[in-house]
């Protein structure tokens, strides 16, 4: 990690400054995109053969083609959540923190490949919406935070991904997250050495809409019912 990434930011940033004259900003985050997909893949694939970590995500291989737009919910156990996702369907957005952005070197990245701040509230969700009226794919976390170690497979849903599948009629993709381990969870000390190698399972569950009639907040409860069942 301390290697590896310091090294694939500063080829992200120089990248993302030298093409972004010569291409539209879509092309561009395109470009972004799949540069940031090959990095985690690399990343973790070390791992995987450092026998650091065990990623088992052969059941996200029928879903990774699947065209947007479409909405991405995940659970969150770990701080590498997004890497593993992102892995595997590369061609995706995040929301992510203001002030993680507005670092120089982490959000020259996430700016490359098309992320959006998560404030101004009301303009992230009108840009996330424009994202998926256009075809997108967009990756949220709906816990908004790592799962505390005392809930019940999730945190409480917050209702802000079934606003926008509600605004741009995007169906929901929900991936299950499952991990032999605690480590990256929140209030985990970084320095902390975990049992290895980490055993993490990826899975896909059903595609899903809302149904008439059926408000943001049914909807959200309905969902994290859903991420209940698969992980309680």
Same mark, same amino acid.
């Given at each position: ?13 120089? #990248? ?8 539209? %900003?879509? $092309? ?69 923190? #203001? ?6 070197? &982490? ?13 101004? %509230? ?8 424009? $994202? ?14 790592? #799962? ?12 802000? &991904? ?44 059903? &595609? ?25």
């Amino acid at each position: 990690m301390v290697v590896y990434w310091p090294f694939w930011v500063l080829a992200m940033l120089s #990248t993302g400054l030298f093409l972004r004259p010569f291409f539209s %900003r879509e $092309r561009h985050r395109g470009i972004g995109q799949a540069m940031l997909g090959h990095g985690m893949d690399t990343f973790i694939s070390g791992l995987e053969t450092l026998r650091i970590i065990r990623v088992c995500d052969e059941e996200l291989r029928g879903e990774e083609n699947r065209p947007g737009p479409l909405i991405i919910a995940c659970n969150h156990p770990a701080m590498w959540d997004a890497l593993l996702v992102i892995r595997r369907f590369v061609s995706v957005s995040c929301i992510m923190k #203001t002030e993680l952005l507005a670092n120089p070197l &982490l959000g020259s990245s996430a700016r490359f490949a098309g992320f959006l701040p998560n404030a101004p %509230r009301m303009k992230m969700v009108r840009a996330a919406i424009g $994202r998926l009226k256009s075809g997108g794919r967009l990756l949220l976390f709906p816990e908004g935070t790592r #799962t505390r170690r005392d809930s019940v497979g999730v945190n409480g849903f917050r209702p802000g &991904l079934a606003l926008l599948a509600q605004q741009s009629g995007a169906p929901v993709l929900p991936v299950f997250i499952t991990t032999d381990s605690r480590y990256l969870e929140k209030g985990w000390p970084i320095w902390r050495r975990p049992v290895l190698p980490i055993c993490i399972r990826l899975k896909a569950g059903e &595609l899903i809409r809302l149904e008439p009639g059926e408000g943001p907040r049914e909807f959200s409860a309905r969902l994290e019912g859903i991420f209940r069942k698969e992980l309680g």
